[in-house]
């Protein structure tokens, strides 16, 4: 198992412990010259929650009164940080509400059924990604939470790679089919007979 920043190094071959080391290592070892790194990130605990919150209109402006988790009140100060940016940032759902209301209203009440997120803690995790060179197209990044198997961090690379190569025929046509930018030979054995012709 693979549990530090050392320990992936280690395993794809970067010659110090450190995120520059890796990102060298995996841009030089893959095709679509992808980075990586390892990260510490907030770990969350998620429970399904029914939110309510009560606002009032003071001076014109919508404030909140009070908040209210699973039908007991609670401290604004302890909602979740999701929680509080969907109710004091504002849901597009909920502004539609507060629009509906005409006139002076004098208070206002909104519930929802969230899941709720809980700080527990820090983790590591390993995050790949690519940019394909020539476009501003970019590989959906993928996590991997650490303790995690040396095949784990290898099939992130592995996906990574084959999302590369799937935007680079969409961008940029097939170089298997001769010249890029030409026909696309439905028999290409490199696309499938479905690069692009651009």
């Known amino acids: 198992m693979l549990i530090t920043l050392a320990d992936v190094c280690a395993h794809l071959g970067a010659t110090d412990p450190t995120n520059d080391s890796l990102s060298h290592r995996v841009y030089k070892d893959t095709e679509c010259g992808a980075w990586a790194k390892v990260k510490e990130r907030t770990k ?13 209109k003071v001076d014109g402006v919508w404030q909140v009164l009070s ?28 502004q539609d509400d507060v629009a509906a209301l005409a006139g002076p209203a004098a208070s206002y009440e909104h519930t929802e059924a969230m899941e709720s997120k809980y700080p527990t803690g ?32 290898d099939m992130a690379i592995t996906s990574v790679e084959a999302g590369a190569r799937e935007l680079w025929m969409h961008t940029h046509g097939c170089e298997g089919c001769g010249e890029v930018g030409g026909p696309v030979d439905p028999d290409c054995k490199q696309c499938g007979g479905n690069g692009e012709v651009l």
């Open 67 to 94: 908040a209210f988790r699973n039908n007991r009140p609670v401290e604004l100060s302890v909602m979740p940080p999701n929680v509080r940016e969907f109710f004091l940032v504002g849901s597009d759902s909920m």
């Open 122 to 153: 820090t983790e590591l995790v390993f995050i790949v990604g690519s940019i394909v060179e020539g476009t501003d197209a970019e590989v959906q990044p993928v996590e991997v939470p650490l303790p995690a198997s040396s095949k784990r961090i």
């Open 44 to 56: 969350y605990k998620t429970r399904r929650e029914k939110w309510t919150v009560r606002y009032a």
